[in-house]
């Protein structure tokens, strides 16, 4: 169904476009969910709004396909997700507009987005036809143990806005690797790109009822409903830690398996032995990619008291020379935030931490004109109980700390409800891989802005998620164990 909107109609491919909710290979015709545009604050679309009896139609379109999918051969589901990367990779141009204009990151970042996100689906191709199980001796040496995986079950998948594309292909890829039929609810800002993805998930191969996708203004009702629903045994969750508590309270109903990759509040470590301009290379990465919309996104800089200094001024310098526009402008190097909402938060914690005794070095206020546009921003000085320490920005701010010795900075580091990534820059491996041993977090990038990687397992330690995704282990999460005692 091709979309009204001049802007999407200018796509390459009109098979890409639509807005309907996708249940059992059919396209269902609906409305009431506005599309934004954050770079122009215009309306882009209009998607369909489920109901919790749509979400149960999606369960019996799941179930319906999930013997067929189990049954599938291993190699067979493999070449079905390599299909779908390779069609990811040759439309990944529109995709990238597509994401660029729903979510208003700026094409070179939509671009690595694309390609991060169709790897997954390669990755897990290979993992598909690898799922080992066990055989061994039982200690006692009286019999044997035999460990099978099954496919866990139905799986709903629930994605946030930011990663439009690879929140969603890092779920399905394992999901349907390991056999399982899956719901996939994307965020309501962002739902373009996954019925996208979707389009070509149906000219891959995948069988109707394999992977549905549903909108909804009231995802609270609309998922629990199927929460409720014995049918469905899991829930992998991407999104804030406080919906992913509210999750785990609904799934706890029925002891549906859950996989969440929640908030973060991630530290950036730079010790005086570090390189300078490497280290400042690196938090450019880690707190600009996606414009600082992302849960591994630097959110606290702590800089050693010798180096301070040199890197406030070398961050300065950088993030005031970044371009600020319309995602879409290949020129663009920042995009808009995705709401007016995201702008006026982080304006509040600049502007708290300001009056808490920080200093603005660039930046310090949302730019005028439409659109959600908050410019690059440093701050120094920063007071270490100021809110801006301990609530994630999601956003181009950079709050910068100063610390004097290991200890301080692990402590710092680790004063948080959050876990997910650390970033540590040290000339001295040792004491990077030592900082990071004592750092309590799932990933630690040591001289490295950038740890996303599909052959890595993702995830967070605290309450900042419960599971991996991606890597090895990625898979795991939607596999059942099943051991039998053998005699023989
Ligand atoms: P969010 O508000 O938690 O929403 C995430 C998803 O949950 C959306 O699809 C949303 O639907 C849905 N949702 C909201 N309330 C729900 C409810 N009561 N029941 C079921 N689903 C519900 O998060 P967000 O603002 O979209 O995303 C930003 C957050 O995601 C940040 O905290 C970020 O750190 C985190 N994140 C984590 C990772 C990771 O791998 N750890 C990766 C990316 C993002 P609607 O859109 O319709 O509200």
Redesign the pocket.
């Known amino acids: 169904m091709p979309l009204e909107s001049p802007t999407l109609s200018a796509f390459s491919d009109p098979n890409l476009h639509a807005q309907g909710l996708f249940i059992g290979g059919d396209w269902l015709p609906g409305g009431g ?1 506005p599309v934004m545009n954050p770079s122009s604050a215009d309306l882009l679309a209009e998607v369909a709004d489920a109901t919790a009896a749509d979400a149960l139609r999606a369960v019996d379109a799941a179930e319906a396909a999930a013997a067929g999918w189990r049954a599938t051969p291993p190699r067979q589901r493999a070449e079905i997700l390599r299909r779908w990367f390779t069609l990811m990779t040759d439309h990944a141009e529109d995709l990238a507009r597509l994401i660029s204009l729903e979510n208003g990151k700026a094409l070179t970042d939509a671009r690595g987005e694309v390609a991060y996100a169709a790897e997954f689906f390669r990755w897990y191709a290979e993992e598909a036809v690898r799922i080992a199980g066990e055989f061994r001796q039982a200690p006692s040496g009286a019999h044997h143990i035999l460990v099978d995986h099954d496919p866990i079950g139905i799986a709903v998948l ?6 439009p594309a690879a ?1 969603a292909t ?1 779920k399905i890829g394992p999901a349907l690797a390991a056999g399982c039929t899956v719901i996939l ?5 962002t739902p373009l790109t996954a019925f996208a993805m979707a389009r070509l998930g149906a000219m891959a191969g995948v069988p109707a009822g394999v992977v549905n996708v549903i ?6 009702p ?3 409903a199927m929460l409720a629903d014995p049918r469905v045994r899991k829930l992998s ?8 508590r ?2 785990l309270a ?1 799934a706890a109903k029925t002891v549906v398996s859950c996989s ?5 509040n991630a530290p950036f470590l730079v010790f005086d032995d570090a390189n300078l301009d490497a280290a400042l290379d690196g938090a450019m990465i880690a707190k600009m990619r996606n414009a600082g ?5 630097a959110n606290r800089f702590y800089v050693q008291s010798g180096i301070h200094d040199a890197f406030v001024a070398g961050l300065t310098q950088r993030m005031a020379a970044l371009k600020v526009g319309p995602g879409t402008d290949p020129a663009t190097q920042v995009g808009p935030m ?1 709401t007016t909402k995201a702008v006026t938060k982080i304006d509040r914690l600049v502007r708290q931490a300001v009056a808490g005794g920080a200093s603005v070095t660039t930046g310090g206020a949302p730019l005028p004109g439409s659109g959600y546009y908050y410019p690059p921003t440093v701050l120094e000085n920063v007071p270490e109980d100021a809110e801006i320490a301990h609530e ?1 920005i ?1 956003g181009p701010v950079a709050p910068v700390y100063r610390f004097d010795t290991e200890a301080q900075a692990i402590n710092l580091a680790n004063a948080t409800e959050y876990g ?1 990534a650390a970033y540590v820059y040290s000339r001295d491996l040792s004491r990077a891989l030592r900082v990071g041993k004592g750092i309590e977090t799932g990933m630690v990038g040591i001289n490295r802005g950038l740890m996303s990687d599909p052959a890595a397992p ?3 330690a605290k309450q ?2 419960l599971g991996r ?1 991606g890597g090895v282990t990625g898979i795991l999460e939607f596999l059942e164990p099943k051991y039998f005692a053998v005699n023989f």
């Open positions: 969910i629930i994605t946030p806005w930011n990663f929140m890092r609810k994307p965020a309501s800002e909108t909804t203004s009231q995802p609270g609309v998922v629990n969750f991407t999104g804030s830690t406080g919906v992913g509210t999750l609904e969440m990759e929640l908030g973060g919309e992302a849960c591994t996104a995705i994630e999601f997910l993702f995830g967070g900042s998620g995704e």
